[in-house]
């Protein structure tokens, strides 16, 4: 069938058994021909079908859909209409509304730009299955298409916001089965590189994992496993500046609790439903620094993409080591730990770990490595190694686990070890 004779019978199946608007109508037609609003292609098809009936065609359409229309030649009985049968009148009585609805939401928070989102009621819905299913669906645009494009034209003119598609600041979800607004805001995203100054201090915040966070005896009613964090050092004033609800910490990599960082870390503050996005950051810097555990610099405004190449990234590390072991050292021996030097070391998943890793045994280089002694029992140990490297089980052997091992070498069993991040390489 031409589409020149699909066009017209889709419209005048539309307008049976009942009134449908111009936005509604125009719609069956919304994919054909640029530059018109649905309205404007909806008038278009009612006066020409109006035209049909004046010149003796004979429709089968509902006489309300021309009330108004004043015919010269048809006895056209059009009596006013009461609502669309697809859209309840939505598009003349709701979206000046719903817009300045959606102004007033959105009037505390600081942004450039939005997106629409509808949820259309099941009556609304329903309806439009309904007469599309009748007339037709080959060039039909769905109605919360429509919806979202003609209430966000409204919300641009109330607020002097852009409209944007691909990486809005606020998405606006309107809900028209619950009849309510919400607001999905885009997260601020601000990179930096900490140093943690002290052992015992988690990366990020400890839930506990008895209560999650509600507080029990376990954890003495804080409802987490550990006082603070390098993440609670950090983000107080930038919570407060932006008035967001809540961040998330984003490290490259994270050492563990007892081990301090003196290296510099690159990590991404996510900061949750920001309210504010223009912040002072070289002011913000400061006031973080101000902590005697944590230290940041070059804090910048990121993206969400700058998450992922923060989190995948894999840097060479330096560590520092002061390790006890339990006999006196053998001095002559040490030149067997300098020897390795540029090969590669064999860890098994360490047994502190393998409650949340697989049991793997994975091959790291292990580039630079000096020894100092510090006493009769004490060792300096400085090393670089590669990404991924475990530290204290390259000392101890973890029980055999990792091969060669320092402890093995020197036939001498570990005590303690106090480690330390010096430097993170780029």
């Avoid at 009621?121 to 109605?143: L, R, T, Y």
């Avoid at 606006?172 to 009849?179: A, T």
């Avoid at 006031?287 to 990121?302: D, E, H, I, R, W």
């Avoid at 475990?390 to 402890?407: C, F, H, M, Q, W």
């Amino acid at each position: 069938m031409p589409t020149s004779e699909k066009i017209l019978p889709a419209a005048i199946e539309a307008m049976k058994d009942g009134y449908v608007c111009d936005s509604c109508l125009g719609r069956s037609v919304a994919e054909l021909l640029s530059g018109f609003s649905n309205a404007e292609r909806g008038r278009v098809l009612r006066t020409y079908i109006a035209m049909l009936l004046d010149s003796g065609e004979k429709l089968d359409v509902d006489a309300s859909n021309f009330s108004g229309m004043k015919f010269r030649n048809a006895k056209v009985d059009a009596i006013k209409p009461s609502k669309c049968k697809i859209c309840k009148n939505f598009f003349s009585e709701r979206v000046e509304e719903l817009a300045k609805a959606i102004a007033k939401r959105t009037a505390d928070y600081e942004f450039k730009t939005f997106l629409m989102g509808t949820i259309v009621s099941a009556e609304m819905a329903k309806a439009e299955e309904e007469a599309w299913h009748k007339a037709g669906v080959e060039f039909v645009e769905p109605i919360k298409n429509e919806i979202n494009r003609e209430v966000g034209k409204r919300v641009e003119k109330l607020t002097g916001k852009n409209f944007n598609l691909k990486e809005p600041d606020i998405v606006v979800i309107l809900d028209l089965e619950q009849n309510k607004v919400s607001l999905q805001v885009k997260s601020l995203y601000i990179y930096g590189r900490y140093q943690k100054l002290v052992r015992g201090m988690p990366q990020t915040r400890w839930l506990c994992r008895e209560c999650m966070g509600k507080g029990c005896p376990r954890c003495k009613g804080k409802g987490k496993m550990y006082e603070t964090s390098v993440q609670e050092n950090i983000e107080p004033p930038l919570l407060k500046a932006a008035k967001a609800k809540a961040s998330k910490m984003h490290g490259s990599g994270r050492e563990d609790i007892d081990v301090r960082c003196l290296g510099w870390r690159p990590f991404i503050l996510e900061l949750m439903r920001p309210m504010i996005r223009k912040l002072n950051l070289r002011k913000l810097q400061a006031q973080v620094n101000k902590s005697k555990k944590v230290k940041v610099q070059g804090l910048k405004f990121a993206s969400k993409k700058d998450v992922e190449d923060v989190k995948s990234s894999r840097h060479d590390k330096t560590y520092r080591a002061e390790v006890v072991f339990e006999k006196k050292i053998d001095a002559s021996k040490l030149k067997l730990v300098k020897a390795l030097a540029g090969g590669n070391i064999s860890q098994r998943t360490p047994r502190r770990v393998a409650h949340r890793r697989a049991d793997l045994v994975r091959k790291r280089g292990l580039k630079k490595i000096s020894v100092r002694k510090l006493g009769p029992k004490k060792l300096e140990v400085k090393l670089t190694g590669e990404a991924g490297i475990y530290v204290k089980e390259l000392i101890s052997g973890d029980e055999g686990r990792t091969s060669p091992n320092i402890a093995e070498l020197l036939g001498n069993k570990v005590k303690s070890i106090e480690l330390d991040v010096i430097k993170i390489c780029k």
